[in-house]
T-cell receptor, first 114, second 114 residues
């Protein structure tokens, strides 16, 4: 199983809502990532988890709150988002957080903030 | 600062034409280089990567890339493109500096005319 799954595929939320994005992998990977991709732009790293601990936070606003409850699951909790946060949110995983490792990406959650 | 530059944002080719997509990087340490591809409606996936050894790397679907250290380049090539190669191609760099994070270039959208 070389698949990273993400739910939901699409999400529309208001600025006062609280929602969560979910990511799952069963490849035994110990590194998991959240990226944000705006239209016609490259993915931009948000967070990196290594062995279920937050390893990198790329100065992401606190309205985005990641959580890694176990080695297979990664969540992104959303609260009080702004319309400019509308984007495709990609989850990825790799064997470990080392620079030679291939990252396996999920299909993304397309988020629209009204 | 670490950066990746892809020279062409849009490329249109006819089937059987040769392809070369340029990628230059700026990085202060040992680098590992990747090309990822995103086919229409599909998620990002690895095309090929270089981290040591032979600077000419072969990937899936007949693609290859050459790492030229003196030019800080990692150009992607394919001798004869097919309609199914229509996709967006991202060059990426990762290294030991900056916590092993991966930096993506802006991407090149390739359209192959049948």
């Amino acid at each position: 199983d070389t698949e990273v799954t993400q739910t939901p595929k699409h999400l529309v939320m208001g600025m006062t809502n609280k929602k969560s994005l979910k990511c799952e992998q069963h490849m035994g990977h110990r590194a998991m990532y959240w990226y944000k991709q705006k239209a016609k732009k490259p993915p931009e790293l948000m967070f990196v988890y290594s062995y279920e601990k937050l390893s990198i936070n790329e100065s992401v606003p606190s309205r985005f709150s990641p959580e890694c409850p176990n080695s297979s699951l990664l969540n992104l909790h959303l609260h009080a988002l702004q319309p400019e946060d509308s984007a495709l949110y990609l989850c990825a995983s790799s064997l470990q957080v080392i620079s030679t490792d291939t990252q396996y990406f999920g299909p993304g959650t397309r988020l629209t903030v009204l | 600062a670490q950066s990746v530059s892809q020279h062409n944002h849009h490329v249109i080719l006819s089937e059987a034409a040769s392809l070369e997509l340029g990628c230059n990087y700026s990085y202060g340490g040992t680098v590992n280089l990747f090309w990822y591809v995103q086919y229409p409606g599909q998620h990002l996936q690895l095309l090929l990567k270089y981290f040591s050894g032979d600077p000419l790397v072969k990937g899936i679907k007949g693609f290859e890339a050459e790492f030229i250290k003196s030019k800080f380049s990692f150009n992607l090539r394919k001798p004869s493109v097919q309609w199914s190669d229509t996709a967006e191609y991202f060059c990426a760099v990762a290294g030991n500096t900056g916590g092993f994070k991966t930096i993506f270039g802006a991407g090149t959208r390739l359209f192959v005319k049948a």
